[in-house]
């Protein structure tokens, strides 16, 4: 026993753990006076804040979609094909109508974790085709479609060459031979130079068969001035690719408009003819009432006041010349000017209009 008594005892755990406990005490209390001076609700706020901000940044981004339209048969872009985007019956991504150069519709904003449903209207001979993809977060992706346009048809005569007629109204034939092993359904348009001019009713053309389909070319949708001359393609409406027939128009008509330019000063009444001489060797027809558009000044909004009467019939014979009286009235501070436009059977002539 007595070797016991003279060794020091260890300290107690509770003797350890003081300068623990005084520490996180310090520690806690000092949290507590940072949370009283700053504000428990400023700090929900921070907090909530960090927590959208994680949110947004783990959200599915949106990407890009590209659709490129390749022609079944012979693999050549196909442009001016309709693409459309949508997700559950909505559109979705930009925009992009149409195919562009080298057959791309390019679609930014396309929403990612989606079933987009891709859409390619060919021709209508196809109908529509489509596609299902679904994008990454933020994935760029490239899809390709490919139409069977290779229609295999062939038209006769391939090209025609058309010298302005009286009434300037062109009905014409075109034979379509279909080439392939099913029935096509076609409207004749006018693209290019003759766009907006060519009318003709729809047509079934089965396989194997051709078919003489009538169609109209009216110039006189179209503004030619002397001598003018435009050139066309005939083509099956939504066929884009393979042949066409193609158009060369020359307007024969030869005319001089004296004068080409009306100037007047403000204050003034300018008075005088307007002739229209017919060089050529075919008589202009179907002269109208010149139609005139006067545009007014930028400032105070005054128009000049102009009259025009024709003294000849609505006919001008080779040689010969028509002539229109003018009254043109322009007010002080009426700077403007205009135009008066002379329409006839597949004829046009423009007069320019200066005020000073």
Not at 57 to 82: F, Y
Not at 136 to 145: K, M, P, W, Y
Request: net charge negative; charged share 10%.
């Amino acid at each position: 026993m007595d070797d016991y008594e003279g060794e020091e005892s260890e300290p107690g755990l509770n003797e350890k753990m003081k300068p623990i406990v005084e520490v996180g005490g310090k520690v806690l209390s000092q949290i507590i006076t940072v949370v009283k001076k700053i504000g428990v609700w400023k700090i929900v706020a921070a907090l909530a804040v960090i927590a959208g901000v994680y949110y947004y940044l783990n959200l599915p981004q949106p990407g890009v979609l590209t659709v490129n339209v390749l022609a079944l048969d012979s693999g050549t872009p196909v442009n001016n094909a309709i693409v459309s985007l949508t997700s559950n019956g909505v559109s979705v991504g930009t925009p992009a109508s149409e195919t562009t150069s080298g057959g791309i519709a390019t679609f930014t904003e396309v929403p990612s974790g989606q079933n987009i449903q891709v859409s390619v209207d060919g021709t209508p001979a196809y109908g529509v085709l489509t596609d299902f993809v679904t994008l990454q977060s933020g994935q760029s992706l490239t899809v390709t479609e490919n139409l069977p346009l290779n229609y295999q048809l062939s038209f006769n005569p391939s090209s025609e060459n058309l010298t302005a007629t009286p009434t300037c109204v062109m009905n014409k034939n075109l034979t379509v031979t279909n080439n392939q092993s099913s029935s096509v359904t076609i409207t004749l348009i006018g693209s290019e130079g003759l766009s907006s001019l060519v009318s003709s009713q729809q047509t079934i053309i089965p396989p194997g068969q051709s078919v003489l389909i009538p169609y109209t070319i009216d110039f006189s949708k179209g503004s030619f001035s002397s001598g003018s001359s435009v050139s066309g393609v005939v083509r099956p409406e939504g066929f884009n690719q393979g042949d066409a027939l193609t158009i060369n128009f020359i307007n024969s008509y030869q005319f001089q408009v004296s004068p080409s330019q009306l100037s007047c000063s403000q204050g003034q009444t300018c008075t005088g003819y307007i002739t229209i001489q017919n060089t050529g060797s075919n008589v202009i027809t179907g002269l109208k009432q010149p139609s005139k558009t006067l545009i007014p000044s930028t400032s105070g909004g005054l128009t000049p006041v102009l009259t025009i009467t024709p003294t000849s019939g609505n006919s001008i014979l080779p040689g010969g010349s028509a002539s229109y009286y003018y009254s043109l009235q322009v007010p002080q501070g009426a700077v403007a000017g205009g135009y008066i436009d002379f329409n006839g059977d597949c004829f046009h002539a423009q007069v320019l209009i200066q005020t000073q």
